[in-house]
């Protein structure tokens, strides 16, 4: 099984400050990497799959690179929506997903 | 616009059987991958279960032998019948649809069930 390990665990931070969310997995993934975003008592939402492709209606202030072991996640200004917890999978073997990364408000 | 709307969940005895459904709208079920996720109260996400547009059927480890994901076309509906259910399968299931395999484009709100004496 591939383990994703995300950091930071929490991420504080204030509306209009830049958020960097790190994924890295057990062995390579190519590029089948995906976030999404959960806030409470709500599915997952996508936000970016094969590493760096923004799924439909999400604002292009979401980012995502890497390839291979090294992912991350770049909000360039938050919302205020934006606060919730980040989701990493890998979909190279069966998925997985990271532990998650809390963006909280400071 | 795609929608899916779960069913079935509830509480069980350990070692009892239980079948979610989940309903689809917007698309067609079967030309899609269709998966179960789960996640237990204040965890992360767990995948329980794909099935493919060719009929072919995956699991995880911990739900192998015990669990079963099927969708009946005409109803436009997914299922997962879970027997020797466990204490610690207690979570909320998700149903998901996607163009490609092992991603989840849209989800239902999810369903809880609850396994416990």
């Known amino acids: 099984e591939i383990v994703l390990t995300q950091s930071p665990a929490t991420l504080s931070l204030s509306p209009g400050e830049r958020a960097t969310l790190s994924c890295r997995a057990s062995?390579?993934?190519?590029?089948?990497l995906a976030w999404y975003q959960q806030k409470p008592g709500q599915a997952p939402r996508l936000l970016i799959f094969d590493a760096a492709n923004r799924a439909t209606g999400i604002p292009a202030r979401f980012t995502g690179s890497g390839s291979g072991t090294d992912f991350t996640l770049t909000i360039s200004s938050l919302e205020p929506e934006d606060f919730a917890v980040y989701y990493c999978?890998?979909?190279?073997?069966?998925?997985?997903f990271g532990q998650g990364t809390k963006v909280e408000i400071k | 616009e795609v929608q899916l709307a779960e069913s079935g969940g509830g509480l069980v005895q350990p070692g009892g059987s239980l079948r979610l459904s989940c309903a689809a709208s917007g698309f067609t079920v079967s030309p899609n991958y269709m998966s179960w996720v789960r996640q237990a109260p204040g965890k992360g996400l767990e995948w329980v279960s794909i099935i493919y547009p060719d009929g072919a059927t995956y699991y995880a480890d911990s739900v192998k032998g015990r669990f079963t994901i099927s969708r009946d076309k005409s109803k436009s509906t997914l299922y997962l019948q879970m027997n020797s259910l466990r204490v610690e399968d207690t979570a909320i299931y998700y149903c998901?649809?996607?163009?490609?395999?092992?991603?989840?484009?849209?989800w239902g709100q999810g369903t809880l069930v609850t396994v416990s004496s």
């Open positions: 062995q390579s993934v190519s590029s089948y």
């Open positions: 998901g649809v996607s163009g490609s395999p092992n991603l989840g484009d849209s």
């Open positions: 999978q890998q979909g190279s073997h069966w998925p997985t």
